[in-house]
C-alpha cells in the first residue's frame, strides 16, 4: 500500500522558517518524481513546487520561487520542503503528492502550516 | 501562469449526467494532453479520478470521464450518486515545466 506521511508543520512567525517532511512506503520511492501542493483554508489547490526521481529536476511556482528549495532523500525515502521568508499568504496545509506524468496518483493526508 | 477556469458549481439529481468544464489556454491544457481531475471530500485529501485526458487509475469508477477540445477540458459524471457530492479541481501541465490548478467545482448531488 502507498502511503505518504507529512509532518513538521505548525505555527511560525511572518519571515521565518519551517521544514515540512514526507515519509513514503509501499513504492520505489527512488522511481517517482514528487510534487509538493498547497491549499490555504477554504481555498483551491495550488501546485508549489516538484523533484524528478534523481533529484535533478526541480521546479517551483513562481510564488516561492528564491524562498522554497525541495529536496529528497532517496536512501530515507524521503521528500522535504524547506521554507524560508515565510508570508501570511503562505499559510495552508500542504500535501506531498507522488508524480505521474504530471498527475499525482497519491496523496498523503497533509500537514498544516500557519504564518 | 494563470488558473485554469471552473464554474464554481454544478449539480444534478441522483441517477443523472453532470459535466463541469475546465478552461485554459495553449500554453497549458490546449497545448498538453497532461490533464487530470480530483475529487476532493470535506477535511480529506483529494483522490486522482482522471489523468492524461481521459485516462481513469484503477478502482475510479467508469461513471467518471475526462474529454478535451481545443483548450477547455471536461469531467463527466454519470449515474449520479450521493458520494459524488465533492470539489472537482482539474489540473495541467502547463509552459516553462508548471503544473496549474482550476479554482475548483462543488458539485452537489440534489
Known amino acids: 500500500e502507498v502511503k505518504l506521511v507529512e509532518s513538521g508543520g505548525g505555527l511560525v512567525q511572518p519571515g521565518g522558517s519551517l521544514r515540512v517532511s514526507c515519509a513514503a512506503s509501499?513504492?520505489?520511492?527512488?522511481?517517482?518524481?514528487l510534487n509538493w501542493v498547497r491549499q490555504a483554508p477554504g481555498k483551491g489547490l495550488e501546485w508549489v513546487s516538484y523533484?524528478?526521481?534523481?533529484?535533478?529536476?526541480?521546479y517551483y511556482t513562481d510564488s516561492v520561487k528564491g524562498r522554497f528549495t525541495i529536496s529528497r532523500d532517496n536512501a530515507k525515502n524521503s521528500l522535504y520542503l524547506q521554507m524560508n521568508s515565510l508570508r501570511v499568504e503562505d499559510t495552508a496545509v500542504y500535501y506531498c503528492?507522488?508524480?505521474?506524468?504530471?498527475?499525482?496518483?497519491?496523496w498523503g493526508q497533509g500537514i498544516l502550516v500557519t504564518v | 501562469q494563470s488558473a485554469l477556469t471552473q464554474p464554481p458549481s454544478a449539480s444534478g439529481s441522483p441517477g443523472q449526467s453532470v459535466a463541469i468544464s475546465c478552461t485554459g489556454t495553449?500554453?497549458?491544457?490546449?497545448?498538453?494532453?497532461?490533464v487530470s481531475w480530483y475529487q476532493q471530500h470535506p477535511g480529506k485529501a483529494p483522490k486522482l479520478m482522471i489523468y492524461?485526458?481521459?485516462k481513469r487509475p484503477s478502482g475510479v469508477p467508469d461513471r467518471f470521464s475526462g474529454s478535451k477540445s481545443g483548450n477547455t477540458a471536461s469531467l463527466t459524471v454519470s449515474g449520479l450518486q450521493a458520494e459524488d457530492e465533492a470539489d472537482y479541481y482539474c489540473s495541467s501541465f502547463a509552459v516553462s515545466n508548471q503544473w496549474v490548478f482550476g479554482g475548483g467545482t462543488k458539485l452537489t448531488v440534489l
Open positions: 495553449s500554453s497549458d491544457v490546449g497545448g498538453y494532453n497532461y
Open positions: 523533484i524528478n526521481d534523481k533529484g535533478r529536476d526541480i
Open positions: 503528492a507522488r508524480d505521474n506524468n504530471w498527475a499525482s496518483d497519491f
Open positions: 509501499g513504492f520505489t520511492f527512488s522511481s517517482h518524481g
Open positions: 492524461e485526458v481521459n
